[in-house]
């Protein structure tokens, strides 16, 4: 059974538990990551969240994902494929680790998603009434989805598209 969401008050280490990672992660893999960026609520600060870091690499090319693997498997992580989204590789937290303390994902250079959430990020960083808002919403469906993470997550969606939206508004070359 997963463990119950659960949202806590922005933690001001979170960036340094990133910056922490993220160092291990570019010593592993070298000129394969074209960006190692900190992604999702904890990247925001004074946003609430889940107290799990998530970091997204984006290769220079579809070809390093064999070579980015081998790299990441030496630091413990251990390919998971896709889990569905295509573009996007996920890899499990090596042992050692809070079970969930952080997400790791690598992705292609052509992949969408990474530009969305890149979007999504800043435009919260940019707009602190609106990552108020959000803090908000996450967690009373922390509380109305507490052990259903799919419906949570399916929830937050219409207002994650709206941010969006408004975030391409903003920067219309995106």
């Known amino acids: 059974m997963a463990e119950p969401i659960v949202i806590l008050d922005h933690n001001p280490l979170w960036p340094e538990l990133y910056q922490a990672l993220h160092n291990r992660i570019d010593a592993a893999l070298g000129s394969l990551a074209a960006r190692i960026e900190h992604i999702g609520s904890t990247a925001v600060p004074g946003l609430a969240a889940k107290p ?12 390093d994902l064999v070579s ?3 790299a990441l498997s030496g630091l413990g992580y251990r390919h998971e494929g896709d889990l ?4 996007r590789e996920a ?21 969408r998603g990474y ?5 999504f990020r800043d435009y ?4 602190s009434g609106t990552a108020r808002a959000y803090g908000r919403l996450k967690r009373a469906l922390a509380a109305s989805h ?12 219409d207002f994650v598209n709206a941010v969006l939206r408004r975030a391409r508004r903003e920067d219309p070359l995106s």
């Not at 569905?84 to 573009?87: A, F, L, T, V, Y």
């Not at 919260?124 to 707009?127: E, F, I, N, V, Y």
């Not at 507490?146 to 969606?157: I, Q, W």
């Open 91 to 111: 890899f499990a937290t090596p042992s050692g680790y809070s079970r969930h303390d952080h997400h790791l994902y690598v992705c292609t250079p052509d992949w």
């Open 124 to 127: 919260l960083r940019a707009h």
């Open 84 to 87: 569905g989204i295509k573009g």
């Open 115 to 119: 530009e969305d959430q890149i979007a």
């Open 146 to 157: 507490r052990d259903d993470r799919r419906a949570y997550s399916e929830a937050k969606s």
């Open 68 to 70: 980015a693997i081998e």
């Open 52 to 63: 799990i870091i998530d970091i997204i690499v984006v290769l220079h090319t579809h070809h």
